[in-house]
């Protein structure tokens, strides 16, 4: 009981909402829903539950592990923060310029596990981009505000799966593609203050 009282006594409103705004917009759900409408015209049979549970199961042990890994490999935290945000400065790139830095192969039809957990959980919402982006801001919020975020997110990315064919029809692509720049933005920004922050603390 005393552990549960520490662990959310641990919780910060503010960083909840940066972190999650920042996870959010690296997940994606917004962006990846042309994504998801191919697979589904495609024949793949998409469960949003299964997507939402495996996403959030990968994202939380990734969380958990994602120091004693670097511990491992004799990487400080405040150095990974600084390569992750050169990577996540990349990705931000992308969203706002419309190019393809990172190539990924996705697996498609019988082979993609029914579309709940490949492609769709991992690697498209539980990635690289959202590893690096967890193992990084860990050096700037507390993990039970990074507990809270996660689940917000993994919410958000539930109730977008659910209503996938209505915003397509009802927002359109243009409303989807200022989103996407509009997330891009943030990205660029957070990324930016990760990695000039974290230099600043390694000098």
């Given at each position: 009981m005393e552990s549960l009282q520490n662990f959310f006594g641990a919780v910060d409103f503010w960083q909840v909402m940066s972190s999650f705004i920042f996870l959010i917009a690296i997940i994606d759900p917004f962006g990846n829903i042309p994504i998801t409408i191919?697979?589904?015209?495609?024949?793949?049979?998409?469960?949003?539950?299964?997507?939402?549970?495996?996403?959030w199961i990968i994202l939380m042990a990734f969380l958990f592990m994602g120091e004693w890994i670097l511990k491992l490999f004799g990487v400080q935290i405040e150095y990974f923060a600084i390569a992750g945000g050169f990577v996540i400065f990349l990705m931000a790139l992308e969203m706002i310029l419309d190019v393809t830095i990172f190539q990924n192969d996705r697996l498609e039809g019988e082979m993609a596990g029914g579309g709940s957990i490949v492609p769709l959980a991992f690697p498209m919402y539980a990635g690289p981009g959202a590893f690096t982006a967890l193992l990084a801001i860990t050096a700037e919020y507390s993990?039970?505000?990074?507990?809270?975020?996660?689940?917000?997110?993994?919410?958000?990315?539930?109730?977008?799966?659910?209503?996938?064919?209505?915003?397509?029809?009802?927002?359109?692509?243009?409303?989807?593609?200022?989103?996407?720049?509009f997330f891009g933005i943030i990205v660029l920004a957070i990324a930016c203050k990760l990695m000039f922050g974290n230099l600043a603390a390694v000098f």
């Open positions: 191919a697979l589904q015209k495609k024949g793949v049979k998409i469960s949003p539950f299964r997507v939402c549970m495996a996403s993990i039970a505000s990074l507990c809270i975020s996660l689940l917000l997110c993994i919410i958000v990315l539930y109730v977008v799966l659910i209503g996938t064919n209505w915003l397509t029809r009802y927002l359109g692509p243009t409303a989807l593609y200022i989103i996407r720049k």
